[in-house]
């Protein structure tokens, strides 16, 4: 079967064509700048990457042009070989506790929570609406980011403001990255032959989370309300004291959504370093002795290191620890500086282990107490089985 996993952006849309059960990506690819002057989008079939210029006046004419595409490629003979298409939905809110099959009344449903994700929820459905279009007979299917996290309780989804908050307006923890945290956590319970671990996923690249999780379910998560919440990330700040907002309003004439968007967008190992949200530019930096990205490096990996011990105490204990994404993929660095700020809890490095980029590997010593697994996340793959295995039902 042939499964289309798409992430339609505002501006954007990224597909991933994928043989099931084989796991094999056929073709992969990036539309950008839709609606926009100069769009343009590239397509990667066989080890060759071939870019189109096109303009491109919304997200039906990118899956419109991909859908050519595809054919005059000849990944595909014909669009009855696409079997079903998932997408990526960042926010499902309280309802969606797994992926569903879309169809209008759905995506009506979810337009509720386009408040709660105004960058990315009204993207994600105009992505799917284009693709209802372009196949009208195939199986459409929303895997949501917030899904996995909805197994929370409210001791952990609670924030200690006035309860009408949550009750009237919705103001919980969500979670995000939950596609990739459900994805790992199968992993590695598959390779470890136990499908009752307590693990403690650590989603570490540009964005960054971590969830703790119990038996397949999650307790508690690191990102909030937004994905704003939690550790320090490439350009977010994580965790603030929210009374610093209307200081710094005052203080350099901000509105809140400036403010807020300079959290978002300003911060984390940009703003500290000052030199890049790209982790590859800071490590060079601190290779030339800049005590900036000294500092922020170590402050990213201490954050993750408090996260882990804090939910090891939650989880009373965890079975392993996985890394992923950019940092926890590639970063020799960065796995070596959090794993030495964890050594209370008896977590081991072996260095030997800990030379190599984006495999499937343990990184710690045997007597360590917990292992630390390097487990590389397939957001794309776990859509598209989630797309195959409603589209059985
Ligand atoms: P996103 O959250 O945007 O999906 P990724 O998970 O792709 O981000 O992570 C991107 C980050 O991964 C980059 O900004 C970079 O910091 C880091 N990264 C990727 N490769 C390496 C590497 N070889 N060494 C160090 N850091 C890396």
Not at 47 to 62: I, N, Q, R, T
Not at 95 to 111: H, M, R
Not at 223 to 228: D, E, Q, S, Y
Request: hydrophobic share 40%; charged share 25%; net charge negative.
């Amino acid at each position: 079967m042939k499964i289309l996993a798409i992430n339609a952006g505002s501006s954007s849309l990224k597909f991933t064509l994928i043989e099931l059960p084989e796991e094999k990506v056929l073709a992969s690819g990036l539309f950008e700048k839709i609606g926009m002057a100069g769009s343009f989008y590239t397509i990667k079939y066989q080890g060759e990457k071939h870019v189109f210029e096109k303009e491109l006046k919304d997200h039906s004419y990118a899956v419109d042009a991909l859908m050519q595409g595809l054919i005059d490629l000849k990944i595909i003979n014909s669009l009855d070989e696409i079997d079903g298409v998932g997408h990526r939905i960042v926010h499902g809110g309280q309802k969606f506790t797994e992926s569903v099959i879309l169809n209008d009344e759905v995506l009506e449903e979810i337009s509720a929570y386009n408040e709660l994700a105004p960058l990315h929820n009204p993207a994600n459905i105009m992505g799917v609406k284009a693709f209802m279009k372009a196949l009208p007979r195939v199986i459409q299917v929303g895997v949501f980011d917030t899904a996995f996290h909805t197994t929370m309780k409210e001791r952990e989804f609670l924030y200690a403001v006035p309860y009408e908050w949550y009750q009237d307006l919705g103001v919980r923890k969500y979670g995000f990255h939950g596609t990739s945290h459900r994805f790992v956590n199968k992993e590695i319970c598959e390779k470890l032959g136990r499908d009752d671990l307590k693990v403690i996923s650590c989603h570490i690249g540009n964005g960054a989370s971590i969830t703790a999780i119990d038996g397949g379910k999650v307790v508690d998560t690191s990102m909030g309300f937004t994905p704003l919440a939690g550790l320090m990330m490439g350009t977010r700040s994580g965790d603030i004291d929210a009374s610093l907002i209307p200081y710094v309003m005052n203080k350099l004439n901000l509105t809140c959504e400036e403010v807020v968007n300079d959290l978002n967008k300003k911060s984390g190992l940009l703003g500290i370093s000052g030199v890049s949200s790209d982790s590859r530019d800071v490590e060079d930096a601190i290779k030339e002795g800049n005590e900036r990205a000294i500092l922020a490096q170590d402050m990213y990996a201490q954050r993750v290191a408090n996260y882990i011990a804090m939910y090891n105490n939650l989880l009373g204990g965890a079975d392993v620890i996985t890394l992923t994404a950019g940092l926890g993929e590639n970063s020799i660095m960065m796995r070596e500086a959090i794993i030495n700020k964890i050594s209370s809890l008896g977590v081991k490095l072996d260095p030997s282990k800990n030379d190599f980029r984006g495999e499937f590997r343990c990184i710690t010593t045997d007597d360590s107490k917990i292992p630390v697994w390097v487990v590389p996340t397939n957001e794309e793959l776990m859509i598209a089985l989630d797309t195959l295995n409603l589209s059985k039902k």
